[in-house]
């Protein structure tokens, strides 16, 4: 087939590089502006960006699609590069733009096959920007990708294809993310096999089960010690490797990339208030929770590395007694 590729991060490189590699044309690739990123905020171009040039493929970097947004001359640009690719069908993996109605319209009257999203959860479950980092946030026991057909609403399309995979009591954000991209490029290439057999049967979303991954915020990676611990080490897994869960000891921000949920035998004291440390190992370091024990262990300071426990206590003085601050709860979204 001749395909339009819509991504930005490694997610949606993996699955162009699956598809460039199992004989597809592809024919544009659309992604998402240079950023700036790391120390120098030099100017990077996107995980799929970099595949496009490399591998010579037709590429396009506009700033919106919307021909009534900000840069309307990026959009008709956009719309003249999709019309010009004669594809069959567009392939959206973590685009980060929103396709406005004209793409869709447009892949429906030239293309045999639309637009197809790779979408990393159980739809209906995790619509929206961050499925991978919610599941484990929610203590969710799998997740999947879905292939879904795209039409206006937020990953509410009908589903074409869907494989489950379990999530482990260590995965994070970021191994998670290496297995359900690996999933998900193999998925949208037999997922094309399929259309071109004209073998896809689309299936509408049900109703129940509903849940949205709202993107994931700075402000969140605060740890607050009023929460159980296996609340608390959910959300330490959920945001590594971005934000990553930080807390405040002694005035200094440290990151938190490792946690376990504790047991009586790692409080070398009677359980303190919240946020206070309870008792530090070469193993882990306790810290008091609602009515139980976190256990940090992998610790990182500012301008430091990522440190395990045994590592970072040589270079930070942590005694039973001290206390981590107990950061205020930000403020509850309003509801409609």
Known sequence: MRVIFAGTPEFARVALERLHASGHTIALVLTQPDRPAGRGMKLQASAVKQFALDHDLPLAQPRSLRLDGKYPEDAATARQAIADANADVMVVAAYGLILPQWVLDDMAASGKHGCLNIHGSLLPRWRGAAPIHRAIEAGDAETGVTIMQMDAGLDTGDMLMMHRMPITPTDT??????????????????????????????????????????????????????????????RVRAFNPFPGATAILNGETIKVWGARVGAASDAASPAGDCGEIVAVALDGIGVAAMNSIAVLTELQRPGGKRLAVADFLRGFDVCVGMRFDVQPLPAPEPHP
């Open 173 to 234: 954000t970021a191994t998670l993310h290496d297995r359900m991209a690996d999933l998900g490029g193999k998925l949208i290439v037999l997922a094309l096999e399929q259309a071109a057999a004209g073998h896809l049967k689309p299936v509408r979303q049900p109703a129940e089960g509903v849940t949205y991954a709202h993107k994931i915020e700075k402000h969140e990676a605060a740890i607050d010690w009023r929460l159980d611990a296996a609340t608390i080490v959910r």
